[in-house]
């Protein structure tokens, strides 16, 4: 898969869905993929943009240490797995 078609696909999934939000992807520390969808504020109608901040602060760790927990019990994940190994981004 080259980037153009991992940036179609990332748009689809975007303009499908409610995301609101920023990705941007770097491969080898070179930006191949950015975009900023829905509303920093949405009572304001304020759009994200690529430098919006998130006021998240850690408050996803428990969820994702709790999801990541699940599989590693489930027997399809391990402490050393690496991301490349369960998704396939064509690289």
Same mark, same amino acid.
Do not use: E, F, H
């Given at each position: 898969?080259?980037?153009d078609q991992l940036g179609k696909l990332?748009? *689809?999934? @975007?303009d499908k869905s409610d995301f609101s939000g920023v990705?941007? &992807?770097?491969h080898h520390g070179d930006v191949i993929y950015e975009r900023a969808?829905?509303?920093a504020d949405r009572a304001n109608r @304020?759009?994200?943009t690529l430098e919006t901040r998130f006021g998240i *602060?850690?408050?996803?760790? +428990?969820f994702t240490a &709790?999801?990541?927990?699940?599989l590693i019990d489930a027997g399809k994940l391990? &402490?050393?797995?690496? +991301?490349?190994d369960v998704v396939d981004l064509g690289f």
């Open positions: 898969m080259d980037y990332i748009d *689809a999934a @975007i990705v941007r &992807l770097r969808a829905g509303y @304020i759009p994200n *602060a850690s408050g996803t760790k +428990l &709790l999801a990541v927990g699940r391990a &402490l050393d797995t690496r +991301l490349a």
